[in-house]
């Protein structure tokens, strides 16, 4: 089974521009959550999506965004770029099963660079 | 948010014994940890998790170990091998709740 495939893996913006990312779940995962990794604040949760539904929320501001489709691939979308979100992006899928809480999966992430 | 931490940022093993990752977690609502190894240009890699029903649990060379009183868990690794250096995470979730809390990391080296 393939596992979660996210794209482009490389990019590169400059500030005030919009980004946007994209991740396809394993299949038969209807999960996806999407995490931000940085040097300094490591791994911090972004957003989750579950039957194209925003499930739950980190504590970042409105310039990220994200959106799943009815086969369950994700985007997320970050606009007026700023320094800062410079990081490695983490998008992670899991069944789950029903509504509660099932293991994720990651995929290899895209690391974005603003200039 | 909640905290998860790590007592170790770095721990150093000869090849053949055994390492022990700790992290503390602070959220006692929390009852799903998950412990990720996370190599060099990769995507965290489920290692292990276990449920607050569970003090113990057992996979392949590894061993989960949870302690609700002090909020602690910590991961064991038997007869590492360098192929085990990597950085590893402790995460924390509220069962049906699905929103993870990573620990800052610990980085494992092996030496041959």
């Known amino acids: 089974k393939a596992g979660v495939t996210q794209t482009p893996r490389y990019l590169i913006k400059t500030r005030g521009q919009q980004v946007t990312l994209s991740c396809s779940p394993i299949s038969g995962h209807r999960s996806v959550s999407w995490y931000q990794q940085t040097p300094g604040q490591g791994l911090q949760f972004l957003f989750e999506?579950?039957?194209?539904?925003?499930?739950n929320k980190g504590n970042f501001p409105g310039r990220f965004s994200g959106r799943q489709f009815s086969n369950s691939r994700s985007e997320m979308n970050v606009s007026t770029l700023e320094l800062g979100d410079s990081a490695l992006y983490l998008c992670a899928s899991s069944l789950p099963i029903a509504a509660g809480t099932d293991t994720q999966y990651f995929g290899p992430g895209t690391r974005l660079t603003v200039l | 948010g909640e905290s998860v931490g790590l007592h170790l940022p770095t721990l150093s093993v000869q090849e053949g014994d055994n390492s022990i990752i700790n992290c503390a977690y602070s959220?006692?609502?929390?009852?799903?940890f998950i412990w990720y190894k996370q190599e060099s240009g990769k995507g965290p890699q489920f290692i292990i998790d276990?449920?607050?029903?569970?003090d113990k649990r057992q996979g392949q060379r590894v061993t989960v170990l949870l302690n609700k009183t002090v909020k602690h868990l910590s991961l064991q690794i038997a007869a590492t091998q360098p192929g085990d250096s990597a950085v590893y995470f402790c995460a924390e979730t509220r069962y049906n709740f699905n929103k993870f809390y990573f620990g800052s990391g610990t980085k494992l080296n092996v030496k041959p």
């Open positions: 276990i449920r607050s029903n569970m």
């Open positions: 959220n006692s609502a929390s009852d799903y």
């Open positions: 999506y579950f039957s194209e539904t925003q499930r």
